[in-house]
């Protein structure tokens, strides 16, 4: 059971680099029955990454998306954006024991994959691990505590 209120939809978001990579995660997520917005981009025409990710920052900020999955080249860009967003703690993840630690130990609420440096299938894994991975709090929360300014 995932420890993310999926009542509400999951924000996803990528630029041109990630957009294949968005689509094969999109399918997962119907396969799982999970709702979810895609704030785009939708075609693999170049465009700029903050465009997508702040609106998916945005949607995770204001409570309105459990949680967002973002994507671009090396995710560092969409990263960087999406943190700028209060209460948003935006990891980027390039396997599976990294997006388990995001969870357990920082509480990210927002998945960040370099599409250009993951194998196919395993941003579906990283996904499955980060979405049903609870945050540990204990000493963790004190530190999770300091992050906003």
Same mark, same amino acid.
């Given at each position: 059971?995932?420890?993310f209120?999926?009542?509400? #939809?999951?924000?996803?978001?990528? =630029?041109h !680099?990630? *957009?294949?990579?968005? @689509?094969?995660?999109?399918? $997962?997520? @119907?396969?799982? +029955?999970?709702?979810?917005?895609? $704030?785009?981009?939708?075609?693999? =025409?170049?465009?700029?990454y #903050?465009? *997508? !990710? /702040?609106?998916? !920052? ?8 459990a $949680?967002?999955?973002?994507?671009c080249?090396?995710?560092n ?5 999406? +943190?700028k ?5 935006a990891?980027?993840?390039?396997? %599976? @024991?990294?997006? @388990?630690? !995001?969870?357990? /130990? +920082? =509480?990210a609420?927002?998945?960040?994959? #370099?599409?250009? *440096?993951?194998?196919?299938?395993d941003?579906?894994? &990283?996904?499955?691990? $980060? &979405? +049903? ?5 204990g000493?963790? %929360?004190?530190r ?6």
């Amino acid at each position: 059971m995932s420890p993310f209120n999926l009542k509400l #939809p999951i924000a996803i978001g990528c =630029d041109h !680099a990630g *957009f294949d990579c968005k @689509e094969d995660l999109i399918s $997962f997520l @119907e396969g799982e +029955n999970v709702a979810y917005k895609d $704030f785009g981009c939708f075609t693999k =025409d170049s465009v700029d990454y #903050p465009d *997508f !990710a /702040h609106p998916v !920052a945005s949607a995770v900020e204001k409570g309105e998306a459990a $949680f967002g999955i973002l994507l671009c080249g090396s995710a560092n860009g969409v990263a960087i954006t999406a +943190n700028k967003h209060q209460g948003v703690r935006a990891a980027l993840c390039w396997e %599976q @024991e990294i997006a @388990e630690l !995001a969870r357990k /130990h +920082n =509480d990210a609420n927002v998945i960040c994959i #370099p599409a250009r *440096f993951v194998r196919d299938g395993d941003a579906e894994k &990283m996904l499955a691990v $980060f &979405m +049903n991975t609870a945050f540990e709090g204990g000493r963790h %929360q004190g530190r999770v505590s300091k992050i906003s300014c």
